[in-house]
Structures are given as structure tokens and as C-alpha cells.
């Protein structure tokens, strides 16, 4: 019984040296919003959540806000870090708009989302060097308008 046991705990062992395990995304977890500038001025923040998990080959992506004690998702999209383009949902799970995630560095990704009635944004979300800080930048403008609204938020990481 114990050579049999031993037998297991090294092909475990071998398996394990041979078979590469996937480092976690470092977009992964749970990020509060906690400074936000639109068009340079301030916002105030809210109890704006982002949270961001593995969804086999996709990320999901929910954003909530507290309601009651119960966090309400106001926007969530499950997304490929390729690029490949994922619809966009409401709170109620009524299709919105689409987006595009790509992967463009070890801690930098650029989103691209859109959907009709809404303006197009495109913009990049950075993952400082230490994983605790999120910065999310981007650019929207409405359809057929040449101004651009300018957005900075930072998140940081529960």
C-alpha cells in the first residue's frame, strides 16, 4: 500500500515538473473604483466593482454597484483576450453592444466597445507592476461627433 501510494505522489510530482501550469491573469479578481476623472474633471466614485474571472477560454467581466447590501451588475461581457469580439449585456441580460479585448502585454490590455445608441470607446486597462492598482483609460465619442471625451479610472485591488 505504501510503495502504491508512493507511486502516486511521484508521477503527481512528474506531472507536475512536465505539464506547464497557466499563471493567473493579472486582470483576475475583484477591483473598487476609486478615483475616476471624465474630461478632466472629477466624478465621484460610487461603490463601483469590477470583477474580472476566468471563464474557461474567456474572461468574465461584471461590473456592480451595491443596492440594498446586494451587488447589482450593471454591465458584464464575457470576453477572449484575443481581440475576438464578445457581446455586451445589462443588468437584465438584454444585449447591448459588443467589445473587443486584446492582450497587449503582460499587464496591459485595449478594449474596444460599442453598440448602437451608445458611444464607441476605446481604450487600454493597465495592471500596475505590484498587482494592485488597475488604470483604466479611455477615449469615447458619440456617432457622427468628432468630440472625444477623455476617461481615467482607477481601481484597486480587494
Known amino acids: 500500500m505504501v510503495r502504491a501510494s508512493g507511486r502516486v505522489v511521484g508521477f ?3 506531472l507536475l515538473l512536465i505539464v506547464p501550469i497557466r499563471a493567473a491573469e493579472p ?39 451595491p443596492v440594498n447590501d446586494i451587488q447589482f451588475v450593471s454591465l458584464r461581457f464575457a470576453a477572449r483576450l484575443d481581440g475576438t469580439e464578445a457581446d455586451v449585456t445589462d ?5 447591448i453592444g459588443s467589445v473587443k479585448v486584446t492582450k497587449s502585454g503582460a499587464s496591459l490590455y485595449k478594449i474596444v466597445l460599442e453598440g448602437p445608441n451608445r458611444p464607441t470607446a476605446s481604450g487600454t486597462m493597465t495592471v500596475s507592476a505590484d498587482g494592485k492598482t488597475l488604470r483604466s483609460e479611455s477615449d469615447s465619442s458619440a456617432r457622427g461627433q468628432s468630440a472625444v471625451m477623455h476617461t481615467v479610472q482607477i481601481f484597486a485591488r480587494q
Not at 28 to 44: C, M, T, Y
Open 12 to 14: 503527481v510530482i512528474v
Open 91 to 95: 443588468g437584465s441580460g438584454k444585449k
Open 27 to 65: 486582470l483576475s479578481g475583484r477591483w473598487l473604483l476609486v478615483s475616476q476623472e471624465v474630461g478632466g474633471q472629477k466624478r465621484p466614485t460610487g461603490d463601483l466593482m469590477l470583477r474580472v474571472n476566468p471563464a474557461g477560454k474567456s474572461f468574465e467581466f461584471a461590473y456592480s454597484t
